[in-house]
T-cell receptor, first 114, second 114 residues
Framework: DTEVTQTPKHLVMGMTNKKSLKCEQH?????MYWYKQKAKKPPELMFVYSYEKLSINESVPSRFSPECPNSSLLNLHLHALQPEDSALYLCASSPYSEGNQPQHFGDGTRLSIL | AQSVAQPEDQVNVAEGNPLTVKCTYS??????LFWYVQYPNRGLQFLLKYITGDNLVKGSYGFEAEFNKSQTSFHLKKPSALVSDSALYFC????????????FGQGTELSVKP
């Protein structure tokens, strides 16, 4: 069982829809991450939150909007996505962002854009 | 540019035989080094890490990895492969610049046949 919970597991949306992905962890971790992963490819970092503040944005298009309401919760708001945004979206957390502790990954949300 | 290479897209091994999944990196400084595994329809799972100290590190599920500073390599090994080890394996140094993040290799698909 993963300790990082992502909902929903699957999401199909049209290009004009607005939806949100949710990620939750109760390990007391203070760093949280969003990744995008295409099939059989490595994860691509999108955003990093450290102590609930956005610390890294990897030049992600504005149609993706992250939010960290508290230390346990991370959201990714989606609007006007493109077909190429179809992918597995992974959330991860770690005790802090300094790097010598492993990241714990959720099982992802599989997103399909029609 | 900082990079990590997994030179084999796929590794095929017979059950019971030893396995090696290769990783070399070109990263400034002394990075933390990680291996993650991804089973189908799952997120990434942490296997092991090298921070400092003994060049041979042991991890989960009987895996180990050998750090070689002169060759900037961090190869993953297991003395006796299981069919259940079949999965996608990612090597990932943690780099400190650009805010601090993991950079993932392209992944190696391990197939263990009975």
């Amino acid at each position: 069982d993963t300790e990082v919970t992502q909902t929903p597991k699957h999401l199909v949306m049209g290009m004009t829809n607005k939806k949100s992905l949710k990620c939750e962890q109760h390990m007391g971790h203070r760093a949280m991450y969003w990744y995008k992963q295409k099939a059989k490819k490595p994860p691509e970092l999108m955003f990093v939150y450290s102590y609930e503040k956005l610390s890294i944005n990897e030049s992600v298009p504005s149609r993706f909007s992250p939010e960290c309401p508290n230390s346990s919760l991370l959201n990714l708001h989606l609007h006007a996505l493109q077909p190429e945004d179809s992918a597995l979206y992974l959330c991860a957390s770690s005790p802090y962002s300094e790097g010598n502790q492993p990241q714990h990954f959720g099982d992802g949300t599989r997103l399909s854009i029609l | 540019a900082q990079s990590v290479a997994q030179p084999e897209d796929q590794v095929n091994v017979a059950e019971g035989n030893p396995l090696t999944v290769k990783c070399t990196y070109s990263v400034s400084g002394n990075p933390y080094l990680f291996w993650y595994v991804q089973y189908p329809n799952r997120g990434l799972q942490f296997l092991l890490k090298y921070i400092t100290g003994d060049n041979l590190v042991k991890g989960s599920y009987g895996f180990e990895a050998e750090f070689n500073k002169s060759q900037t390599s961090f190869h993953l090994k297991k003395p006796s492969a299981l069919v259940s080890d079949s999965a996608l394996y990612f090597c990932a140094p943690f780099i400190y610049n650009q805010g601090g993040k993991l950079i993932f290799g392209q992944g190696t698909e391990l197939s263990v046949k009975p």
